[in-house]
């Protein structure tokens, strides 16, 4: 069974093929429900191969001799694989709900869409389950490419070419800088494999520049996919233009995506006595992930455009994913991937609520709409329930991966509570204002977040849309699954003691060897994990009737830091180059 | 930010990264050096699979599933133009206009055209004999069919450039590859394994799948560089801009 792991990429290949193949001869009907086909196939292989525990394929054939081998490994763990399903259920969601999306596909290319995004299911799986790092560069252009291409889809404006062009630059300077990374280990190990190179380096540890600047570089290219301060620019300018189908990948799963490329490298290859000490990784991840949760808050709550924001929400949400990966624990890291789950549900579905928004009132501005979803009571509940998801509330899957992820330092539950307060605060406030109407129409002179955008769909919609709806709710059930099934979350802490387990995975991948995964403490609710999250949805709540009543300072204290996020993409390119400096020297801060 | 204090972060940054990578390549094994743990191994599993070119062993054989990667990224990027540079609703299209060529470049194009078109598809038939291949080659064919264009006219080659067809090719291409793979694991064997009898050493029908999966590729490459460049000229000669995006964003 192992052997059919690669087909996860495979199958969503072909599909495209199909359809751009047979695009000009296919109607649209048929080409959309082609390209909902092959993803839900994918998620289908993939969720059964989960099912049966960790799968390990050396493609071609190339079984290691002697512990080397010239060829590709694909690693299926567990947590590659519940990504791999992760990412193909979403595009299934996707596909569904942007069924009949777009006013007119290219002339000619029915199938350039979902072609188009089976392309970019099959880079994200690609990326999950690859053990190579060379082959993780590889899928990780491919996620890229076809992220430019879907952010731009809408080339009629002048924006979405904007914010294309500066994911592009930014992306691909990232994805450079990890293939010279790359370049160095294969340099000093003669091994481009996770668990080859790993063990080359433990056999002969030398804590020297070469590994330090190899960390360093492969990391950039993976922390700009996950959108950590300095490397964050991207991404808010990015979603603000995309459709929003789009968003909900983008969001949902593609910047996971990059966290997960951090963590799998630092675990697999530099976690052991040659790598990289834990120390240092740790302050790494802590000082980016604390900075990240906190500019992508305040940066926010200042958004009126409601995709802005809520890309924001996920750049701020990716910081506490990287505070969650500093402690380094099983525990932790089992913290993380729930918040993963849940944050992908909740962040998709408020997407696809937005959607819902844009498509009816042709804006997504939140003055602009100030009172005018008063008659979309659904989609008003929908959107105060991923509010509240994204504030943590319990049993949403987010209020329990933060609940294990943040139990580790006294302080950290302040940073937690604080983020997901004001992203989920900022939400609720967008809420009241759209479907309730509360409050005076806010001030429209600001000029930098403005949210007026054309509607992407067919023609505005009289009815509600049902799939669109009926694909939050269901996203949204999801996201609430994650934190009330024990099941799952045992699972969960079994796959994050393989993950982070450095010299398990070698002997897995290397030596064959399949144990039962090492037992542990089952990771479910504590009091003070649920009594946080509690705390957290109160004071989001306290704040959105705080902004509604006015009651709160105007953001005068943050116009240095929106002035930083100029739009200019050469001033993004430059803060990449700065975070390069600034990872080097977290990772050599000399301590105490 | 203002300029000053760009340039400044600017040089910090690239004064930082060039500090790494010096100290970095200080301890990077010295040039010259007998170790090549990785090149020896591949030699060998390139002669023992009886495939001349070990390049072309690497890339589609030992490490093929790199390959589906990276073809599918030039797939993508193909399709990603078509869909980006599509007419859009406020654009027109004109005929474009024919431009006088002078008889020695005209000339030139028709004896170079064939001559091209030839060593592309022999590079391609030989990736794994010599350096070369689907890639290369392809590239090559794609460049001898715009010959038409620089010798004569756009509808010239227009005429032999049916972009549907080139359309169906880029996506065949990119399917055999995938399909080629499957192939493996129908017999019963690994994805993209290389099923089929090795050959003699050094002759066209070595290297069991190689030849083929190289001919996939060599499909794919050809058929996408002429769609992308069409879609390039078609912009550059036959669309005229609304007052859409594109003009604002230029």
Redesign the interface.
Known sequence: MDRFLPLVVAVPLLGAALLVGAGRRMPRIVAESVGCLCAACTAGLALVLLARGTAVSWVGGWEPYHGHSVGIVLVGDRVGLGLAALTSLLVTAVLVYSWHYFDEPPRGHAGAYPALVLLFQAGMCGFAVTGDLFDAFVFFELMGVVGYALTGYRVEEARPVQGALAFGFVNSLGGYASLLGVGLLYARTGELGMAQVGRQLDAAPRRDALVVAAFVLVLTGFLVKAAAVPFHFWLPDAHAVAPTPVCMLLSGVMVELGVYGAARVHFTVFAGPGGVPAEDVRRLFLVLGVATALVGAAMCWQQRHVKRLLAFSTVSHTGLFLVGLAAGTAESVSGVCLYVLGHAGAKAALFASTGVLLDRHGSVDECELHGRGRDMRGVGVLFAVGAFALAGLPPFGTALGKALAEEHSPWLPVVFVLVSAVTGGAVLRVTAHVFLGAGQAPRTTQPETRGDEEPETEEPAWRLPRPMIAVAGLLLAGALAVGAVPALAEEVGAAARAFTDHAGYAAVVLDGRRGAAPPGPAAWWTPTGAGLGLLSAALATGLAALAVRRALPTGRWSAPLRRLHSGHVGDYVVWTAAGIGLLSALVLWPVG | ?SRRV?MG??A??????A???V??F????HFGGA????GD??VQ?SVNRRTANTVSA?NF??????T???E??L???V????????????ERTRAPRPGPVPAALRRYGLVALPATLLIGLYVIAHGQLSPGGGFQGGVVVATALHLLYIAVDYPALERIRPL?LY??G???G??AY??L??A??LAG??????VLPFGTFNTLSSGGTVPLLNAAVGLEVASAVVVLLARFLVQALEIEGGD???E??A
């Open positions: 930010m760009r972060v600017l910090a940054g690239l004064l930082a990264t500090a790494l990578f100290t970095a200080l301890d990077m094994p170790w090549h743990p990785y191994r591949a599993a690497v054989d030992q490490r093929g599933f790199d589906l990667g990276e599918s990224i797939f993508a990027s399709l990603g133009t078509v869909v980006l540079l599509r007419q859009a609703r406020d549907g359309e169906v880029d996506a065949v990119e399917a995938v399909v793979g499957v493996g694991l064997s690994a994805y993209l394994a290389n859409g995006g594109k604002q964003a």
